[in-house]
């Protein structure tokens, strides 16, 4: 009788922690910065531990592919992918934010190098969407996108996507600037300040029209 309510417990543990929601992203993170610096990484802050995120970066192939082949590299860790795309929205010199997040330098030269085409599929994605604006968080399994909202509905959107609802859907945390400035370490054997110095000054968010 403990053996099959142990199995029983177990089983059902695995479920609510495997329960996980696929979403894509569409955006530019040079046009789209209060999405990247503000509202994707207080969704990830939240849920991303439930969230697998595929990302359609546009703008321009110079940068949308060195930063589609970043995330790449982060590809098992959405926190790490989130707090590396506000580190380049908040206009922060690429090489600074990719030693921030631990991306590999070889892996990454690899995927740059070989990766033209990445931007025209991330093009023609958003073509297929059929929507003129951005950012878009397409909510996949349920044929739907979501655009022009605010933070909170759009959480409660990609909450619906759950069997088993995550607790940070109802109780989510704040939207503080200090608790936005918080960040995960990815690495301690390299100071990426003192290897990319910058203005100690933290950029301006601005949005372009």
Not at 74 to 103: D, I, K
Not at 160 to 189: I, M, N, W
């Amino acid at each position: 009788m403990i053996f099959v309510f142990l199995l029983a417990f177990i089983s059902s543990t695995t479920i609510l922690y495997t329960d996980a929601s696929y979403i894509v992203v569409y955006g530019d993170v040079h046009k789209d910065v209060e999405f990247f610096t503000r509202t994707f990484p207080w969704i990830v802050d939240n849920i991303g531990g439930y969230l697998f995120v595929n990302y359609n970066l546009l703008g321009s192939g110079r940068y949308s592919v060195p930063q589609s082949c970043a995330l790449s590299e982060l590809q098992s860790n959405t926190f790490l992918q989130a707090q590396y795309l506000r580190c380049e929205a908040l206009g922060y010199p690429s090489e600074y934010c990719l030693c921030e997040a631990g991306v590999d330098p070889e892996h990454f030269k690899q995927c740059v190098l070989s990766g033209s085409s990445i931007a025209g599929e991330a093009s023609w994605g958003f073509t297929s969407l059929g929507v003129n604006e951005t950012p878009v968080v397409d909510l996949m399994g349920v044929n739907n996108t979501v655009y022009g909202t605010d933070d909170v509905t759009l959480l409660k959107k990609i909450c619906e996507l759950y069997h088993y609802v995550p607790r940070e859907c109802t109780h989510y945390s704040s939207q503080t600037e200090g608790f936005l400035e918080q960040k995960a370490l990815a690495q301690f054997d390299r100071q990426c300040f003192n290897e990319f110095p910058f203005e100690v000054e933290k950029p301006q968010p601005t949005t372009v029209a």
